[in-house]
C-alpha cells in the first residue's frame, strides 16, 4: 500500500473508532502508535481532506477546540461546559428547520449545526 494512503486510512480508522469526537491532537497521537514518523501537519491535512470526502465531519464552533467526527451524516451534539466532552445525542436531525429557513430568507441552507451545552452526568 503507498505510504501516503497508509496514513490517510489509519486516520480515518482512528477517527471512526471512537466515539470521543477527538481533537488532531489526539487522532496524531493514536495514529503515531502506528506510523511512528508520521508528523501533525500530515495528520491535520488528511483530516481536512476525509472532510472534504464526506467520510468523517468537523464539530467546529466558535470558540471550541476542532473536534472530528466518525459518524456521518449529520447527528446532534451536547458539549460538556465542564469536562469539554462532546456526546452524540440520540436525536432526529430536523430538516425541515432547512426548508423553513429557506421558504422564510431565500438561502440556500446545506446544513445546520446543533449543539447543545449543559454539564454531563458526571460533572453533575
Ligand atoms: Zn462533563
Ligand atoms: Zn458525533
New binding site residues.
Partial sequence: MPRKTKQKDSILRVVRET?S?PTALWVYEQVRKEIPNISLGTVYRNLKLLKWEGKISE?ALAGALSRF?G?VPG?Y?FRCEKCGH?F?VDQPVQNELNQRLIAKTGFKVSYHILEFRGLCPRCQ
Avoid: P
Fill in positions: 466515539d469526537h464539530l467526527d459518524r447527528h451534539h462532546v452524540d
